[in-house]
């Protein structure tokens, strides 16, 4: 009879550890699902900011300064790929220089009634739009992922099994700032 116990025991321990690992494997797979979706939608942005900065580079001759800003902080996004603690501050500055230079651009009439200036910047507001959804995801899955691996009783078990904590997509303070509005 007491053998039968302990088997029973022993099963029960083996299906919790089965059941604890496949939810967290199915958490982490998801959460890194979400970041897959977070660099698409980043490299979609990376390959529409050097188009859209050729196709303004003539008009804005004396910005450079403003091009150049646009064009290094694209290179240091690209190069933070892949990395959540080190892509949210890269773009972050990669937000704030394109910005920039979409604040600039309303300085030239010509360029406002450039139809391929007009079709980059419509892309490029979709493709923010996309990257927001996709950050709010990725927090969304690896807030669930990190909750289960810390709650109990897989918290027993998770760091045995190799399943760390993983990183929130943050954002840098400079962008939690409030933007002031000027009226005129």
Known sequence: MSTWIFLGIVVAIGLWLIAVYNGLVGGRNQ???AWSQIDV???RRHDLIPNLVQVVKDAMAYEQ???TKVIQARNNAVAASGNAAQSGPAEAALSQATHGLLALMENYPQLKANDNVMQLQEELTTTENKIAFARQFY????NTYNTRRQSFPAVLAAASLGFGPM????MPETERAVPKVALR
Do not use: I, P, R
Request: hydrophobic share 35%; net charge negative; glycine share 0%.
């Open 167 to 170: 990183d929130l997509f943050n």
């Open 139 to 142: 927090n969304d899955s690896v």
């Open 41 to 43: 939608q980043l490299k």
């Open 65 to 67: 300064e403003t091009l």
């Open 31 to 33: 959460a890194q699902t």
